[in-house]
């Protein structure tokens, strides 16, 4: 685990300095506090035909702590050097399949830096689909003059892009659109770029000379829809995001891409519940034994819900040893938002070594440091929760396991169930369905958004869209009526975009013509990799830690995505095959639960605490909000949400968050 970063000029107007260089280094320098390393192949006069790269690494050393795996790395004879951030955690048989395919190959190391490269030596962009981990990369190739920019399945590891043309204007290569199964889709055009920078994290590519920092607006009301920004977009015009499993490679003839690994294509045919629950058993145990690859301590972060737990006990088994696995946790002094004695009873059923940490929260010092290092802004509070864990788990071990991704392959969260009932509805006469549609809905009181009787003023109000529309309206921070207001522009520029409800129809013109399937499939795709990946990399990687996602093992990944709608969900809810495959190793109560996820009382402190540095900091002169959107709107928000008229916490924690890395950002 580490930060990359690095430029390749084709243009001597864009000639390569050291010093940017050095800042595009300092600038992710917390991900990689075990080493730094630089490299740039020459400084003569630049051409397409003798271009620049400049490559530097920041190194947080797991496997193979020998300085000699220390990056940018070089095949030492054949002009290819790499900068790589995640792990490989099946280096070791790969190694052998090399030693077979190219017995040439002069080895240097026992690490998986070097396996990543003596692979992409073998097999070039072929290799990716062989590789089992969390990757991103950046591989120069001296001899060919040609750069190959690729990143895991899942989008666990961060890789970002800009570039420029040869009169200075940002370089629009590759321009999104929804492709047809689902995913955003990124077309090719021949011509190469003057230059082109990419880098772990977003903040790093500001460093470079010619970065164009305008805003995108588009995806300015994506953020404001979702809470982030989607990918292939960043909050910059001139800059994008490679997205999971996607690769691209340039050199002065051109450039192009692909992608090399479908989340939502099936692995296999199904047979009985009892089959396919052992299967699932058998899959998350090896997805954890293979990500067990190390040589420093690990651990697992342990909250006691389904996920998390299951996690654990796969641990335990792999390791053969419950005081082998350390498990940490933390809890806050509100008991309604404190989920430390949940874990304690799971982590006192499984055995294992646990360290619980309660945490007095200081959002008002923390929250400006997090909105920097995401480089764009990032509504997801559970954020600041997954910072402190991060932090205190980093005290003890280098590497922690989580949960992420459990809901999104075996059918967690509530807003899949609410998709099936809403279904259920607009199949009832139409004179019953709009009796609860219009009467029952407008009778029901819906102040509080966590309100369960809100919850259902909510999902009446929506039965009765499309399913596209109806699952985007549950993900929704601002919905249409309120954002076009609050930005002040023309319905016409935002509804140039629409992520999920795009990905939706796609999907479903494409043959998931369950809603609930089609739902897992879009979050496979946006919310999963955009948010929570996104969330866990940049909140633990701001502390040196390494956090593996077992659920995203591509094995477990493709298991998933076959698994027919009744296999999602049963009597005790949702995560059915989860239950049964795990029901002998844990404590019931793991089950019973209903789903808390990982939060923090937001609306409270956006009422105190928080209060005057939200008003200031949205209702100041030189604002964000005040230069590019209507403030007026936003007061509105927040008088209603401080006088307790309504609880828009979700939306004001939002423009806070894009209020902070504005400033961070300027």
Not at 222 to 233: A, C, H, Q, S
Not at 613 to 632: C, E, K, R
């Amino acid at each position: 685990m580490c930060g990359l970063a690095g430029i390749v000029a084709w243009d001597d107007r864009f000639r390569i300095e050291r010093a940017t260089l050095d800042a595009m280094s300092a600038r992710i320098a917390h991900r990689g506090p075990d080493g730094e390393g630089v490299y740039l192949n020459h400084t003569d006069f630049v051409t397409p035909f003798k271009p620049q790269c400049g490559m530097v690494h920041r190194r947080l050393a797991i496997i193979d702590l020998d300085e000699r795996s220390l990056q940018p790395f070089d095949d030492g004879y054949m002009g290819k050097w790499l900068v790589y951030n995640g792990e490989l955690y099946n280096y070791r048989p790969l190694r052998e399949q090399i030693r077979v395919a190219n017995p040439s190959f002069r080895w240097r190391t026992e690490g998986d830096t070097e396996v990543v490269l003596a692979a992409f030596e073998t097999w070039g962009v072929d290799a990716l689909p062989r590789f089992n981990g969390m990757l991103a990369m950046a591989v120069w190739d001296q001899l060919q003059q040609r750069l190959t920019l690729a990143r895991d399945r899942m989008g666990q590891k961060p890789l970002y892009w800009a570039a420029v043309d040869a009169a200075g204007r940002p370089w629009q290569g590759f321009v999104a659109h929804a492709g047809t199964e689902g995913e955003v889709e990124i077309s090719r055009n021949a011509e190469c770029p003057a230059a082109i920078a990419f880098a772990s994290e977003l903040g790093a590519l500001r460093a470079v000379p010619w970065f164009d920092p305008a805003i995108n607006y588009v995806a300015l009301a994506e953020y404001l829809r979702w809470g982030y920004v989607p990918t292939p977009m960043t909050i910059y015009p001139c800059a994008g995001k490679i997205p999971p499993a996607g690769w691209m490679t340039l050199n002065f003839r051109g450039c192009d891409r692909d992608r090399y690994f479908d989340a939502n294509a099936a692995s296999q045919a199904f047979g009985s519940v009892d089959d396919a629950a052992r299967r699932t058993r058998e899959l998350v145990v090896q997805a954890v034994t293979r990500q067990l690859v190390a040589d420093v301590p690990l651990g697992c972060f342990l909250s006691g819900g389904i996920d998390s737990s299951i996690v654990a006990a796969a641990m335990r088994e792999a390791m053969g040893s419950a005081d082998r696995v350390r498990t940490f946790t933390i809890g806050f002094d509100d008991p309604r938002y404190d989920e430390s004695p949940f874990a304690a009873e799971v982590a006192r059923h499984l055995g294992t070594r646990h360290e619980s940490h309660t945490v007095k929260p200081r959002a008002i010092e923390d929250l400006p440091r997090l909105a920097a290092v995401y480089g764009e802004p990032f509504g997801d509070s559970s954020a600041l929760p997954t910072h402190y864990l991060s932090m205190e788990t980093r005290r003890d071990v280098k590497v922690a396991l989580s949960g992420d991704g459990g809901d999104e392959l075996f059918g967690g969260y509530d807003r899949y169930r609410a998709l099936k009932i809403t279904e259920r509805i607009n199949r009832l006469p139409a004179v019953i369905r709009d009796l609860l549609v219009a009467r029952v809905w407008q009778a029901l009181p819906g102040r509080h958004p966590k309100n369960r009787v809100a919850r259902l003023k909510r999902l009446l109000k929506s039965a009765t869209l499309p399913p596209p529309r109806r699952y985007a309206s549950y993900m929704r921070l601002f919905d249409e009526p309120t954002l076009q207001p609050l930005m002040g522009v023309s319905g016409e520029l935002i509804e140039t975009a629409d992520t999920i409800a795009i990905a939706f129809e796609r999907l479903t013109h494409a043959g998931r013509h369950d809603p609930v399937l089609a739902a897992l499939a879009v979050d496979r795709l946006t919310y999963l990799p955009d948010d929570l990946l996104t969330k866990v990399d940049r909140a633990s990687m701001l502390h040196g830690l390494e956090v593996r996602s077992p659920f995203m093992d591509e094995e477990l990944v493709s298991f998933a995505a076959g698994l027919p709608g009744e296999m999602l969900s049963g009597k005790s809810g949702g995560k059915r095959l989860l239950r049964e495959a795990f029901a002998g190793d844990l404590p019931a109560s793991v089950f019973d639960r209903p789903k808390t996820g990982f939060a923090l009382p937001i609306g409270d402190w956006l009422r105190g605490e928080l209060k005057p540095m939200l008003h200031d900091l949205l209702f100041s002169t030189d604002s964000f909000l005040s230069q590019n959107m209507v403030p007026a709107q936003a007061r509105k928000l927040f008088d209603a949400h401080a006088s307790g008229r309504r609880d828009h916490s979700q939306r004001l924690y939002a423009l806070l968050m894009l209020e902070l890395w504005w400033k961070s950002a300027r």
